[in-house]
């Protein structure tokens, strides 16, 4: 089964400080995503990366930044953290396919509840 | 930009009941594909079904299938005898051009015993 982890499933911090969330995926997926989940808005996309060193930006990038050294961990930084990123983070990861649109299902993480004071 | 609407916020139905879930989408592709999600409690998000849009039949996945009319852009999915462990939010997607997931706003679906 693919696993997917976050590094935390509660963290709460204070404004200003720099977060950062980590993801790591065991089934080497080329692709990773994170988003954010709020109530009423669904899930948006802040970042995803189609492999290593490769990050592109989804809807919502203000304010987050990601990095991605190695295959299977992408991680996700909010450089300072505002009350407004007070949030559910989710991480997802798909397989690519090669040569073809990557509709491969998505596995995602558990989850980080993210409380900024 | 590509829209996903879920209309239904939040149903429940009785334990064994069949229940429908609507999401409408708008895009402007000829050829896409169309997920079902669903998180349970306090856990991750999994795959229930998905619907490429040039098959015309629709998806089907143990209890779970789905209605998918291309012209009117719906994309509903039903629930067979329903089980409490069919309590969770679900989640209507669309893949767009740049392949990237829309995602509905979520309908919460309560099983009760």
């Known amino acids: 089964d693919v696993k997917v982890t976050q590094s935390s499933r509660y963290l709460v911090k204070r404004t200003g400080e720099k977060v950062f969330l980590e993801c790591v995926q065991d089934?080497?997926?080329?692709?990773m995503f994170w988003y954010r989940q709020d109530p009423g808005l669904g899930l948006r996309l802040i970042y995803f990366?189609?492999?290593?060193?490769?990050?592109e930006k989804g809807d919502i990038p203000e304010g987050y930044s990601v990095s991605r050294e190695k295959k299977e961990r992408f991680s996700l930084i909010l450089e300072s953290a505002s009350t407004n990123q007070t949030s559910m983070y989710l991480c997802?990861?798909?397989?690519?396919?090669?040569?073809?649109?990557?509709?491969?299902?998505?596995?995602f993480g558990p989850g980080t509840r993210l409380t900024v004071l | 930009a590509q829209t996903v609407t879920q209309s239904q916020p939040e149903m429940s139905v009785q334990e064994a009941e069949t229940v429908t879930l609507s999401c409408t989408y708008d895009?402007?592709?000829?050829?896409?594909?169309l997920f079902w999600y669903k998180q349970p409690p306090s856990r991750q998000m999994i795959l229930v079904i998905r619907?490429?849009?040039?098959k015309q039949q629709n998806a089907t996945e143990n209890r779970f299938s789905v209605n998918f009319q291309k012209a009117a852009k719906s994309f509903s999915l039903k629930i067979s005898d329903s089980q409490l462990g069919d309590t969770a939010m679900y989640f209507c997607?669309?893949?767009?051009?740049?392949?990237?997931?829309?995602w509905g706003a979520g309908t919460k679906l309560i099983i009760k015993p």
């Open positions: 895009t402007s592709e000829n050829n896409y594909y």
């Open positions: 990366s189609y492999d290593v060193k490769m990050k």
């Open positions: 089934m080497d997926h080329e692709n």
């Open positions: 619907q490429e849009a040039y």
């Open positions: 997607a669309s893949m767009d051009s740049n392949y990237q997931l829309i």
């Open positions: 997802a990861s798909s397989l690519y396919m090669t040569g073809g649109p990557p509709t491969d299902t998505q596995y």
